[in-house]
């Protein structure tokens, strides 16, 4: 029953009860929910407030709906661990930043043009948000996935991309950075992670369920002057993929720093 004296509103108090039954195993993964109607009855409540709390729900990424079906329990997906550790990888196919994703390839035609930056990553470049950046946008998997597992877009400056190679499909066998490196540039790297909801777009590439966010590894890419030669934006399901970073200890004035 709801509790008219609760300060919560009273989807919110319908929302933390069917919650707690999620989470204490009254409801496991792949279990339907009562329906809206059964929850308006159970609750006494109206079908639009039972709504509103099956939504909020979803908006948590706990349930997800299926159409003629009814709503159930998310199952918990298996989560694949990227190990970042500070080297670079690099073979006669280009550089790698993760040793599990090696063997992936692009799913479909890269996708190029030239454009503007997100604001974020304007600002990592150095940039305003209106200057001109070439795109670099590539679905990546292993050799036959039915859909990509990672989204990557490369954001290259115009001082640096225009009238170049840079600009071609074909940036030969050792990528972009290798035409980087062949122009004089010693690159080096820094990497930003951190998330955000999809756009409609990338919720339906990556296929996510309701409520589930993208984990974005931001990486910038600099030569030895400090300018910015490029920021690849990385954009995986949360809920499929995980981050860990190796933490090598060293010493500090004779000191072990761990």
């Given at each position: 029953?709801?509790?008219?004296?609760?300060?919560?509103?009273?989807?919110?108090?319908?929302?933390?009860?069917?919650?707690?039954?999620?989470?204490?195993?009254v409801?496991?993964?792949?279990?339907?929910?009562?329906?809206?109607?059964?929850?308006?009855?159970?609750?006494?409540?109206?079908?639009?407030?039972?709504?509103?709390?099956?939504?909020?729900?979803?908006a948590?990424?706990?349930?997800?709906?299926?159409v003629?079906?009814?709503v159930?329990?998310?199952?918990?997906?298996?989560?694949?661990?990227?190990?970042?550790?500070?080297?670079v990888?690099?073979?006669?196919?280009g550089?790698?930043?993760?040793?599990?994703?090696?063997?992936?390839?692009?799913?479909?035609?890269?996708?190029?043009?030239?454009?503007?930056?997100?604001?974020?990553v304007?600002?990592?470049?150095?940039?305003?948000?209106?200057?001109?950046?070439?795109?670099?946008?590539?679905?990546?998997?292993?050799?036959?996935?039915?859909?990509?597992?990672?989204?990557?877009?490369?954001?290259?400056?115009?001082?640096?991309?225009?009238?170049?190679?840079?600009?071609?499909?074909?940036?030969?066998?050792?990528?972009?950075?290798?035409?980087m490196?062949?122009?004089?540039?010693?690159?080096?790297?820094?990497?930003?992670?951190?998330?955000?909801?999809?756009?409609?777009q990338?919720?339906?590439?990556?296929?996510?369920?309701?409520?589930?966010?993208?984990?974005?590894?931001?990486?910038?890419?600099?030569?030895q002057?400090?300018?910015?030669?490029?920021?690849?934006?990385?954009?995986?399901?949360?809920?499929?993929?995980?981050?860990?970073?190796?933490?090598?200890?060293?010493?500090?004035?004779?000191?072990?720093?761990?």
């Amino acid at each position: 029953m709801i509790d008219p004296s609760d300060a919560r509103p009273p989807f919110r108090q319908v929302a933390d009860a069917l919650r707690a039954a999620i989470t204490s195993g009254v409801y496991g993964p792949g279990d339907k929910l009562p329906s809206a109607r059964e929850l308006a009855g159970e609750y006494e409540i109206t079908h639009v407030t039972a709504s509103q709390a099956v939504a909020a729900l979803k908006a948590e990424g706990l349930v997800e709906s299926h159409v003629g079906r009814g709503v159930f329990v998310r199952a918990p997906a298996d989560r694949r661990r990227i190990d970042r550790g500070r080297g670079v990888l690099s073979d006669e196919r280009g550089y790698y930043f993760d040793a599990q994703a090696k063997g992936w390839v692009a799913l479909a035609p890269s996708v190029l043009y030239w454009g503007t930056a997100p604001a974020d990553v304007a600002t990592l470049m150095g940039i305003e948000a209106d200057e001109p950046t070439f795109r670099r946008e590539r679905n990546m998997g292993p050799p036959g996935s039915t859909f990509p597992l990672q989204l990557a877009t490369s954001y290259l400056p115009e001082r640096i991309a225009r009238g170049t190679r840079l600009e071609e499909r074909d940036t030969g066998p050792t990528g972009i950075y290798g035409l980087m490196e062949a122009a004089g540039h010693v690159l080096h790297w820094i990497e930003v992670c951190n998330a955000r909801m999809p756009t409609p777009q990338e919720r339906e590439l990556l296929r996510l369920g309701d409520g589930v966010p993208v984990l974005r590894l931001l990486r910038v890419t600099r030569n030895q002057h400090g300018e910015c030669l490029e920021v690849n934006d990385t954009r995986m399901s949360a809920e499929r993929f995980e981050v860990s970073y190796r933490m090598d200890p060293s010493r500090l004035d004779g000191r072990l720093v761990i």
